[in-house]
Nanobody, 129 residues
Framework: QVQLAESGGGSVQAGGSLRLSCAAS????????MGWFRQTPGKEREGVAV???????GHADSVKGRFTISKDNAKNTLYLTMNDLRPEDTAMYYC???????????????????????WGQGTQVTVSS
């Protein structure tokens, strides 16, 4: 069955960096739309970045220029490299997967969280000022 396991979270000071990993198994990783989402208590889960099967990517405006989504198809692993972290980036970060294509609209790549079928358990990122 599909399994997604996030790792790499932790505590860091503002301006620091972290790299999250998501180990995937049980499906054809290279063809899926993959994404990173984050959530804080009392708020809705928000999209951070997505990457399509062909490697096309999309990033939320709030993280553009600081975060980069990538993947290694040979290792079935999804990454989120986070630089210049800010206290407002503090959240639980989730990896998600879906067999459909990511959404393409006006040159942007995205996918609504409701359209992802599979989710990991999350990894906590805490950024202190």
């Amino acid at each position: 069955q599909v399994q997604l396991a996030e790792s790499g979270g932790g505590s860091v000071q503002a301006g620091g960096s972290l790299r999250l990993s998501c180990a995937a198994s049980g499906f054809t990783f290279s063809t899926f739309c993959m994404g990173w989402f984050r959530q804080t208590p009392g708020k809705e889960r928000e999209g951070v970045a997505v990457i399509d099967g062909d490697g096309s990517t999309g990033h939320a405006d709030s993280v553009k220029g600081r975060f980069t989504i990538s993947k290694d198809n040979a290792k079935n692993t999804l990454y989120l490299t986070m630089n210049d972290l800010r206290p407002e980036d503090t959240a639980m970060y989730y990896c998600a997967a879906d067999s459909g294509f990511c959404t393409r609209y006006q040159g942007r790549v995205s996918r609504n969280r409701h359209d992802f079928a599979y989710w990991g358990q999350g990894t906590q990122v805490t950024v202190s000022s």
